[in-house]
Each structure stands twice: as structure tokens, then as C-alpha cells.
């Protein structure tokens, strides 16, 4: 597959969401919290409590929706500042438990509307950004889908970053890079080869550590694999002194483009 096609591929609307994820994964453990204690509930974001066999974990989960009534509702997995402050509500919640944390991304980009903007939204990210870097309970991020800029990176600053095959990272859409450009949407491929993207180009890079086979919505053997990695990846995390784990998390991001480990 081309990049391009890679990008049209973590679009499709039939692929599994994060609520599917969350769904064959967690099952009716899934206790879901709502609001941000400050102005709303962002259902673009869903959060909540979830068993992974014997460990409670936080579950972050950005949701677009399957159609196009469930898409308006979650507007189009486009969050706003609301929804990034709960997601930091939970996981400041489960930092005081030493609860592991799980966010599954799929979003285009942070809403860019005039409300989202007055109530703060970039600060909001920020905000995550600061935050989650110090967090003393183990974060992992699985790439879905689409992660769309800043409004991906909230979500993703964690020990690991995990993508799906199929799912694309990156700072812009190729059709926004390609207006910029080359003034002409209509080069969108070839800014998505430019870009590097997809999976394959981000784990060369050392952007992301694994990549993980797509799954489809009722290939329940492939969600109980990725939940059996994921219990191991977060118990090998949780073994680890708190202000361990933070320094490689802090030293995993610095050493991204240097091709060696900053000490």
C-alpha cells in the first residue's frame, strides 16, 4: 500500500473505533466517567475504568463514531478542551492509585472551532503534554487510526507508542500539507510519501516501538492477543520505581531523531 492509501485506509469507516476496542477488550468491566468537572462532557473522549484480567487500568479512548448520527454526536473524534481535561482528570486519578494507563487515538486533529478556542484548547493540550510527561503510573498509546497533530500528541506522551498497521501519525493531513505547499489538495499522495507517515516509516524512525496488525471488529482472537501484549507491557512497566519510569519516558522522546540514547 501506498501512503496515501494507508492514510485512506485509516479513514475507512468500517474499521474498528475505540469503542470496539474497548468493547472486545474490557467487555462489561468497563465502567465509562464523564466530564471534566470545569465546563462539560466531551463525548469525543471516552474515558472510564476497565479490568485488564487482574489490573484495573484507566482507559482514554478518542471516538469518531460509526455513523454519520453517532459521528455528529462525537464530533467526528475531533475533541475540545473539555475532553482533553478529563482525560488528565483520569489519569492524574490514576497516577494517585498507581492505576496503568491506556489511550487508543483516532482523531484527524483537536477541534479548531471559536468556542473550543475561547475555553482554551491549546493551553489544554499543553497542558496534557507537561503533565503526562511526569506521570508516575505507566502510559501506553496504540495509534488506531488517524493521529491528527497536537490533538494526537495529548494523548501520546507515553513510555510506548504502539500503531495499528493500517493507521497514519503526523504533525498535519497530507491534504492540509499539500494546500500549503503546493497550493493544490490534489497532490495529497504526494505529501503523504513526504510526510513518512505511516506505521512502517515511524517505527524506522523510532517514533513508535511496535506495530500491530489490524484487526477487524469481530476478530476477537487478534483483540485477545493485543490484550494479553498490552497486560504484559503495562505489568513490566508497574514493576518499575516511579521516578524510573518517568526518566526513560522523559529520555524515550529526547533520543527521538538522534538514532541514540540521550544519558
Not at 1 to 25: H, L, Q, S, W
Not at 32 to 37: K, N, Q, S
Not at 90 to 104: G, I, N, T, Y
Not at 145 to 157: I, P, R, Y
Amino acid at each position: 500500500m501506498t501512503a496515501y492509501e494507508k492514510v485512506t485506509a485509516a479513514r475507512d469507516v468500517k474499521k474498528p473505533t475505540a469503542v470496539d476496542y474497548i468493547a472486545n477488550m474490557f467487555g462489561d468491566s468497563f465502567i465509562e466517567l464523564h466530564g471534566d468537572r470545569r465546563f462539560a462532557d466531551d463525548k469525543a473522549i471516552v474515558a472510564g475504568l476497565a479490568m485488564l484480567y487482574d489490573t484495573p487500568v484507566t482507559v482514554i479512548g478518542i471516538e469518531k463514531g460509526r455513523n454519520t448520527k453517532e459521528r455528529v454526536e462525537r464530533n467526528f473524534g475531533q475533541a475540545q478542551p473539555e475532553g482533553y481535561r478529563k482525560a488528565l482528570r483520569l489519569m492524574k486519578q490514576a497516577e494517585k492509585f498507581r492505576r496503568p494507563v491506556l489511550c487508543l487515538v483516532d482523531t484527524s486533529g483537536a477541534y479548531p472551532g471559536i468556542g473550543a478556542e475561547e475555553r482554551g484548547q491549546g493551553q489544554a493540550i499543553a497542558e496534557n503534554l507537561m503533565e503526562m510527561m511526569a506521570l508516575k503510573t505507566p502510559v501506553l498509546t496504540i495509534l488506531i487510526g488517524e493521529g491528527g497533530s497536537g490533538g494526537a500528541l495529548a494523548l501520546a506522551v507515553a513510555d510506548e507508542v504502539w500503531m495499528m498497521e493500517n493507521a497514519v501519525y503526523s504533525v498535519i493531513s497530507p491534504e492540509g500539507c499539500a494546500s500549503i505547499l503546493w497550493k493544490d489538495s490534489a497532490k495529497a499522495p504526494e505529501a503523504a510519501e513526504a510526510l513518512k507517515m505511516t506505521a512502517q516509516d515511524l517505527f524506522d524512525l523510532g517514533v513508535v516501538e511496535r506495530i500491530i496488525r489490524q484487526p477487524k471488529t469481530e476478530d476477537k482472537a487478534m483483540f485477545e492477543s493485543l490484550k494479553l501484549l498490552i497486560s504484559r507491557t503495562l505489568t513490566k512497566n508497574l514493576s518499575l520505581d516511579p521516578d524510573v519510569l518517568t526518566e526513560q519516558r522523559y529520555k524515550r522522546f529526547r533520543r527521538i531523531g538522534t538514532g541514540h540514547l540521550i544519558t
